[in-house]
T-cell receptor, first 114, second 112 residues
């Protein structure tokens, strides 16, 4: 069965420091991959997506992610974190099953210290 | 997302009562989904629809039913609400698998 693993439940990063959030997926073929962000009490906002082509994808708010097929990973990175980046981050995959429904990881909560 | 409206946004009800949540889209997307979000679980698929009157179960469908009589509306019904169904419910839509899903703002449901 398809699955998404986000190994880190909670991460704290100093403002201005770099960030990497990990995501591993289990799927037989190349899936469609997404990173969403959710601020407290809010809905989900798409940060970036990977469908095919260049394995390094750029998103909004200065985020990027790299797809590594050999490691079944799609890690999210940002070179310099801002206090406003504090939120919960979800990695998700879409397949051709269940009507293209998304399978989400359990999320990583990012705290930013000053 | 401006094209997806969930109603109500908040609801408190008692165990055993029926509850219906509505998702309305103006995107004319083919696929619609209901997810629930619980701490430590991320979002999990309840039911989805791939067209008018075409629906199917997701990972956590027990205790829920859905209906889609028009392209724009997807209803989620809890026939007899239980405390375990206290959660935040999100509706999402998409037209094709190679597009990102659009999410509504969520419905916070508390069952006492």
């Amino acid at each position: 069965a398809q699955s998404v693993t986000q190994p880190d439940i909670h991460i704290t990063v100093s403002e201005g420091a770099s960030l990497e959030l990990r995501c591993n997926y289990s799927y037989g073929a190349t899936p469609y991959l997404f990173w969403y962000v959710q601020s407290p009490g809010q809905g989900l906002q798409l940060l970036l997506k990977y469908f095919s082509g260049d394995t390094l994808v750029q998103g909004i708010k200065g985020f990027e992610a790299e797809f590594k097929r050999s490691q079944s990973s799609f890690n999210l990175r940002k070179p310099s974190v801002h206090w406003s980046d504090a939120a919960e981050y979800f990695c998700a995959v879409a397949t051709n099953q269940a009507g293209t429904a998304l399978i989400f990881g359990k999320g990583t909560t990012l705290s930013v210290s000053s | 997302d401006a094209g997806i409206t969930q109603s109500p946004r908040h609801k408190v009800t008692e165990t055993g009562t029926p509850v219906t949540l509505r998702c309305h889209q103006t995107e004319n997307h083919r696929y619609m989904y209901w997810y629930r979000q619980d701490p430590g679980h991320g979002l999990r698929l309840i039911h989805y629809s791939y067209g008018v009157k075409d629906t199917d179960k997701g990972e956590v469908s027990d205790g829920y039913s859905v209906s889609r009589s028009k392209t724009e509306d997807f209803l989620l019904t809890l026939e007899s609400a239980t405390s375990s169904q206290t959660s935040v419910y999100f509706c999402a839509t998409v037209d094709r698998v190679d597009q990102p899903q659009h999410f509504g703002d969520g419905t916070r449901l508390s069952i006492l």
